[in-house]
Antibody
Framework: QVQLQESGPGLVKPSGTLSLTCAVS?????????WGWIRQPPGKGLEWIGS???????HYNPSLKSRVTISVDTSKNQFSLKLSSVTAADTAVYYC????????????????WGQGTLVTVSS | NFMLTQPHSVSESPGKTVTISCTRSSGSMDSNFVQWYQQRPGSAPTTVIYEDNQRPSGVPDRFSGSIDSSSNSASLTISGLKTEDEADYYC?????????FGGGTKLTVL
């Protein structure tokens, strides 16, 4: 059974870079699927940040694209998120998830999620 | 990019049936799979419907999904409501490799 676990600093200073890692166990990240990040500001809804494939085919939310990088490390079976120039509006619970992919522009569900990690942007 | 619009909240009594709608702002709802997630406070979302109308194993058949092309919307229907169904529900779809979530609907079972 696949399990995902987020890790990284819980506090980031404004204008800094938010960096999180998602360790995957029970499944090889090289075996397909997309791997994505979703965030949820306190008391608000879900926002997709972006997804990447082990082949390097990444896709990002257009509203965040200029600040986001998602990379996949098959040697460590993990993937990472970097979000630059953060402000208080980036304060949220950040989730990593596995995304079922059916080829071309065809996706199914985010079928496995990490427990989420709260990142606060504050000086 | 498109948006998915859901009602902010719905409420219904135990044993009754409730339907949550999800309307797509542009593009055809029936062109891309729609998923529905349940999120309880303090927990990560879990899938209750995927690929428009499929239930993951372990999700009771009280949960069903459908697409209405005429209104460009998707619906999640929960029958025989139980107090444990009280949660936030999100629809999700995609286009051109961009994933989009609806704003979420708070279901109260009272």
């Amino acid at each position: 059974q696949v399990q995902l676990q987020e890790s990284g600093p819980g506090l980031v200073k404004p204008s800094g870079t938010l960096s999180l890692t998602c360790a995957v166990s029970g499944y090889s990240i090289s075996n397909g699927y997309y791997w994505g990040w979703i965030r949820q500001p306190p008391g608000k809804g879900l926002e997709w940040i972006g997804s990447n494939h082990h082949s390097g085919s990444a896709h990002y939310n257009p509203s965040l694209k200029s600040r986001v990088t998602i990379s996949v490390d098959t040697s460590k079976n993990q993937f990472s998120l970097k979000l630059s120039s953060v402000t208080a509006a980036d304060t949220a619970v950040y989730y990593c998830a596995r995304v079922s992919y059916c080829g071309g522009d065809c996706y199914s569900n985010f079928d496995s999620w990490g427990q989420g990690t709260l990142v606060t942007v504050s000086s | 990019n498109f948006m998915l619009t859901q009602p902010h909240s719905v409420s219904e009594s135990p044993g009754k049936t409730v339907t949550i709608s999800c309307t797509r702002s542009s593009g055809s709802m029936d062109s891309n799979f729609v998923q529905w997630y349940q999120q309880r406070p303090g927990s990560a979302p879990t899938t209750v419907i995927y690929e428009d109308n499929q239930r993951p194993s372990g999700v009771p058949d009280r949960f069903s999904g459908s697409i209405d092309s005429s209104s460009n919307s998707a619906s999640l229907t929960i029958s025989g409501l139980k107090t444990e169904d009280e949660a936030d529900y999100y629809c999700q779809s995609y286009a051109s490799h961009n994933q989009v979530f609806g704003g979420g609907t708070k279901l109260t079972v009272l």
